[in-house]
């Protein structure tokens, strides 16, 4: 977390990136990075933006949406799971016996999917736009 001693570079920019975080902090940066890195996997970015943009979504629906085999859907959905972007629900549905497993980005992911690689996106569609000598 944040020290006493930040050296300041670069007018506002702290020399350590953790100095960045406030002091009560929920999260460390290793957490956060974590969080990036479990996104850049092509899958895993893949269920991320379908739990975003489509809401709470069944293992069997993600899989279909994603053609997806079973096994390798659980394994990407466990490092979402661990790294804090996708929650886990369980839940009984009406008029059926037993419960049932959801999946649902949490507000680390959304914001990490939306914030952070769909931003990058956007962010190279508009820099196309804005250098593009065929318009001229």
Sequence with gaps: MSTDQ??????????????L?????VLSLDEYLEMHAAVGHRTRYEIL???VHGGEMSPKELEAAIDIDDSTLHYHLSKLVDAGLVEKRARTERGQDGLYT???????????????VDELIRGEQAFDELYDSSSS
């Design 49 to 51: 933006y379908r739990l």
């Design 21 to 25: 975080l406030p002091d009560d902090s």
């Design 102 to 116: 959801y999946y649902r980005a949490t507000v680390f992911g959304e914001v990490t999917l939306t914030e952070g």
């Design 6 to 19: 930040t050296r300041v570079v670069n007018g506002d920019v702290p020399d350590d990136p953790a100095d």
